[in-house]
């Protein structure tokens, strides 16, 4: 079995490589790595561009395999938080007909961050330019989470989350 992950980003290669070795279905899987045509900068500020964006990505990914995977970050409007937004991981998973989608916690960037976000930089960018960082890519690394969360949590284990939720779907086609 063939699974390419739509990013050369290590850190979520590294998430779905974890993942799926815990899953019968991917028993001897082969991942890749396809770099998929994205816009190098910027940040999804919706909902809908963070999971359209995941399945760009996977849909991207996908000739020559089984199942694709993409991942992809970005803002979503949230009543009553303190920016208005939070930011959340979205992966699609696409085998040749349907997408699976799944969604990471969300958490709240600083006030800052979110502005910036706005302005037109993306995530990592946000984060140098609010001293948060010193990072020149944050999301190839720990991420802006790990700073956030004092080291309790990084981006791998934020992007396995969304990965997990994604392949309920498979896991249980007689639900859906």
Known sequence: MKI???SQNEVKIQAVTEVV???SLFKDAE????????ELFGHPKDLEAVVEGAIARAQEAFPGCDYSFGIEGGLMSVPRSKTGYMEVTACAIYDGKEVHLGLSPAFEWPKQVVQLIFK??????ALREAGITVHPKIGTAKGGIWHLTEGRMDRKEYT?????MALIHLEHPEYF
Do not use: C, E, F, T
């Open 4 to 6: 390419h992950v739509g």
């Open 21 to 23: 070795a815990g899953y």
């Open 31 to 38: 991942i890749a790595s396809v770099a998929v045509n994205i």
């Open 120 to 125: 037109g930089l993306d995530g990592s960018q």
């Open 160 to 164: 396995r989350a969304a990965i997990v």
